[in-house]
């Protein structure tokens, strides 16, 4: 895993999946779930930033969030660094749907196991059903069809009935998908692209990827066709235009997948991107070299505004576990399967997070005998305080540098009625002291009620 970056939350274990672009790879250890700031787009030092991404969601309203489009962008070379372009490259609509061979894995005996065989047949099956998740999960904005002959299709899967390469220490390569001279553009007019106007809009771009592999096999010996099937999963987004990877540990297209049920593989972020990304044209433009990064573009929130929190007028009401929060304004929200996510800025770069997570546990101690550990790992608690507040029993503490550089300020609170919240508010360290009162106030407005449906702790 890369980097600690900015700091949401670890949800669940993560089943490591990835290293390089285009490419799938397991590392033997798991990973939590952190999104990495160091995640680069191949131009340069250059990292998207929240004021690139604000001034194209000005231009682009209907972009759907969270998502993590500005990864997704392909470089075009201008004729100098300080005037390239990034832009977004999909297939053509009048190309779907897509002509998909798929090559069964030739399994060699010293693979094979006669008390638990594993027909190649099962593994094409796994690629289809990846295929037809996609389908489902993009409103029906890509579609595959399936050909008997390589000949025939527009896209060859090839099954590797073989162990995946290792290219580095404790990584191996389970999954590729080329995608050198995938996005191809032109100016449309007939001129050379050196003469493009960098305050257009978009180019003309085509986009075609032939090809992906994945191998059936690691160290260990065949994988379960559902492992197969993740993997065919992941390549099939570079397939329809992701050129890097998405800097959220969870989402499909993060070099680490989430260990989570595959008919829920697809993150938010997954789906909101690739349906944004298919609903604008092909070449559409992000950012260009000389717009980068500048402080003239249209700037995202980077702090508190001032010195009282300001909260959104409307609570954040979760039906299902039995709570509402009022977040401060403007911070994007993000829905989990035990609470919510608010971040002030977008999922991938932000300054301070503020996440509930809503657990059956009858007390406080319950909880902590459990996942003491896991909150402090390597931190130094440096502040704690209990009180009881309406009858119901609260805990304070205080934890900096279990990420480095990082305060979390964490509230637990038990609801009276067998389910415990977490609450989890974290920032730079040295912002701590501005942040804190916007921690404070937001855990203040927590509302419970009934007897909510919090699920029961896991592994």
Request: overall charge negative.
């Amino acid at each position: 895993m890369r980097g600690a970056g900015p700091r949401a939350r670890p949800l669940g274990a993560a089943l490591a999946l990835g290293a390089a672009l285009g490419a799938l790879a397991t590392p033997a250890s798991a990973a939590a779930a952190v999104p990495d700031r160091r995640a680069t787009i191949a131009w340069g030092d250059y990292q998207p930033d929240r004021r690139d991404y604000a001034a194209f969601r000005a231009a682009y309203p209907r972009t759907l969030e969270p998502n993590y489009l500005p990864f997704m962008v392909h470089r075009v070379p201008l004729g100098g660094p300080e005037r390239d372009v990034m832009v977004f490259c999909h297939w053509a609509p009048d190309r779907f749907p897509l002509a998909v061979h798929i090559e069964p894995p030739v399994i060699p005996e010293s693979l094979r196991n006669e008390f638990h065989p594993k027909p190649p047949e099962h593994y094409v099956t796994a690629v289809r059903a990846a295929l037809e998740t996609w389908e489902r999960n993009l409103e029906g904005l890509v579609r595959f069809r399936y050909v008997a002959t390589r000949e025939e299709a527009d896209v060859h899967v090839e099954l590797r009935g073989e162990v995946g390469p290792e290219p580095e220490s404790d990584v191996r390569v389970l999954g590729a998908t080329p995608l050198g001279g995938a996005c191809r553009v032109s100016r449309g007019d007939g001129s050379a692209l050196a003469e493009w106007d960098p305050d257009a809009e978009r180019l003309v771009a085509e986009f075609e990827v032939p090809r992906f592999r994945v191998f059936v096999a690691d160290e260990t010996g065949l994988l379960e066709p559902d492992q197969v099937e993740r993997l065919a999963l992941h390549e099939i987004g570079h397939l329809l235009g992701m050129s890097h990877h998405s800097p959220i540990p969870g989402d499909l297209m993060y070099e680490v997948a989430r260990d989570r049920p595959l008919g829920d593989v697809l993150s938010i972020e997954d789906v909101n991107s690739f349906v944004s990304l298919y609903r604008m044209p092909s070449g559409t433009v992000f950012v260009t070299a000389a717009q980068a990064g500048s402080a003239e573009r249209t700037p995202a929130p980077t702090g508190p505004a001032g010195d009282a929190p300001v909260l959104s007028v409307a609570p954040h009401v979760d039906a299902r576990l039995g709570y509402q929060v009022r977040l401060p304004v403007s911070w994007t929200r993000i829905e989990t399967a035990h609470g919510v996510i608010a971040v002030n800025g977008v999922t991938w770069d932000y300054d301070a997070s503020f996440q509930v997570i809503v657990r059956r546990y009858p007390t406080i101690e319950s909880y902590l005998e459990r996942w003491a550990g896991a909150h402090l790992a390597g931190g130094r608690l440096v502040e704690e305080e209990a009180w009881v507040d309406g009858g119901r029993r609260r805990l304070r503490w205080v934890v900096r540098d279990r990420l480095p550089g990082v305060t979390e300020h964490l509230t637990f609170l038990e609801t009276g009625d067998g389910r415990l919240a977490v609450v989890i508010a974290d920032c730079a360290s040295e912002s701590y002291a501005a942040y804190r009162p916007w921690f404070e106030a937001t855990v203040g407005t927590l509302e419970f009620w009934g007897e909510g449906a919090a699920p029961e702790d896991e592994e």
